[in-house]
């Protein structure tokens, strides 16, 4: 499976972006998918999740309330809509396919990573 994120840019703080993630083939269909990020200097952290149908969902404390993510099966396709964005929310955003049906926040239970797509939030 490859994973192809975009939606990535430079907005100001209080802006808004949708990210998307493509995937190559059928198999995140039946699939938990998430959102990582990766600010400069800091470790990848965990940022939401959704299971393969979609109404299970999970975000972390720092993005809950402003972010919400989603996905379109029929197009093999994961969603990330970031408003009310601040400066720390700029990194580098991952999305990633679990290995199993449900979402999940843990790093290590996800099998396939996209390439990342660059989100920068100014003051």
């Known amino acids: 499976v490859q994973l192809q994120a975009s939606g990535g840019g430079l907005v100001q703080a209080g802006g808004s972006l949708r990210l998307s993630c493509s995937a190559s083939?059928?198999?995140?269909?039946?699939?938990?998918m998430g959102w990582f990020r990766q600010a400069p200097g800091k470790e990848r952290e965990f940022v939401a999740t959704i299971g393969w149908r979609g109404g299970d969902t999970y975000y972390s404390e720092s993005v809950k309330g402003r972010f919400t993510v989603s996905r379109d099966n029929a197009k093999n396709t994961l969603y990330l809509q970031m408003n009310s964005l601040k400066p720390e929310d700029t990194a580098v955003y991952y999305c990633?396919?679990?290995?199993?049906?449900?979402?999940?926040?843990?790093?290590?239970?996800?099998?396939?990573w996209g390439q990342g797509t660059q989100v920068t939030v100014s003051s």
């Open positions: 990633a396919v679990a290995r199993g049906s449900a979402g999940t926040p843990n790093a290590r239970s996800y099998q396939y």
């Open positions: 083939r059928r198999t995140s269909s039946n699939n938990g």
